[in-house]
Nanobody, 123 residues
Framework: QVQLVESGGGLVQSGGSLRLSCAISGRIFATHVMGWIRQVPGKEREFVAAIRYSGGIIPYADSVKGRFTISWDNAKSTVYLQMNSLKPEDTAVYYC????????????????WGRGTQVTVSS
């Protein structure tokens, strides 16, 4: 049984930074792709970033490009999302997810999901 547990969310001022963590327990195959997806209440979930087990990074969403960085510490079974230059429009619940392919993660067709962590950016 795979479990994904997010942490690191919180309240930050516009322009600030946060680092989200996703702790992976259980067996994630090396072929899986790990991703971060976010959702604003009342809106659809939005792909943010994704990374392969090898470290290869799938292109970021345009809305976060140049500000967010995803990484995967295989030894710690943890995926990170470093978020810099945060904006109020980044406010959302951020979910960690694992999918079979890049395509699946970008289309939100993930095999596993975490419960999410709230990020709030004040103006």
């Amino acid at each position: 049984q795979v479990q994904l547990v997010e942490s690191g969310g919180g309240l930050v001022q516009s322009g600030g930074s946060l680092r989200l963590s996703c702790a992976i327990s259980g067996r994630i195959f090396a072929t899986h792709v790990m991703g971060w997806i976010r959702q604003v209440p009342g809106k659809e979930r939005e792909f943010v970033a994704a990374i392969r087990y090898s470290g290869g990074i799938i292109p970021y969403a345009d809305s976060v490009k140049g500000r967010f960085t995803i990484s995967w510490d295989n030894a710690k079974s943890t995926v990170y999302l470093q978020m810099n230059s945060l904006k109020p429009e980044d406010t959302a619940v951020y979910y960690c997810a694992a999918g079979a392919t890049d395509y699946d993660v970008r289309l939100l067709r993930n095999d596993y999901w975490g419960r999410g962590t709230q990020v709030t950016v004040s103006s």
